[in-house]
């Protein structure tokens, strides 16, 4: 079992900056893969970034590319989101996830269903 839990979460305003973090426990975090999701109010739930086991490869979305940059500290037992020029559309709840490593195909990693293990949630709020 793995427990996630988000912090970092807070209100900006449009062009500003912020962290999330999520703390991981339970197994050894170095064999997850672990991805940031997010949904905004009355919307599915959405694929903003991955990160595989080792932090060897990334993924993100369309529209944080370039803006949003997904890490992992094995030491801390800890991944990251940095978001950059936040926009008013970044504002959701955003969820960590993850789940044990194998040879998925990349289009696993987009897809909120493949993974097993979630946190709570952390709100990040851009007002317009």
């Known amino acids: 079992q793995v427990q996630l839990v988000e912090s970092g979460g807070g209100s900006v305003q449009a062009g500003g900056s912020l962290t999330l973090s999520c703390a991981a426990s339970g197994r050894p975090f170095h064999s997850y893969d672990m991805a940031w999701f997010r949904q905004a109010p009355g919307k599915e739930r959405e694929f903003v970034a991955a990160i595989n086991w080792n932090g060897g490869m990334t993924y993100y979305a369309d529209s944080v590319k370039g803006r949003f940059t997904i890490s992992r500290d094995h030491r801390k037992n800890t991944m990251y989101l940095q978001m950059e020029s936040l926009k008013p559309e970044d504002t959701a709840v955003y969820y960590c996830?993850?789940?044990?490593?194998?040879?998925?195909?990349?289009?696993?990693?987009?897809?909120?269903?493949?993974?097993?293990?979630w946190g709570q949630g952390t709100q990040v709020t851009v007002p317009s």
């Open positions: 996830a993850g789940r044990a490593a194998q040879a998925y195909a990349i289009s696993t990693y987009y897809d909120p269903s493949q993974y097993t293990y």
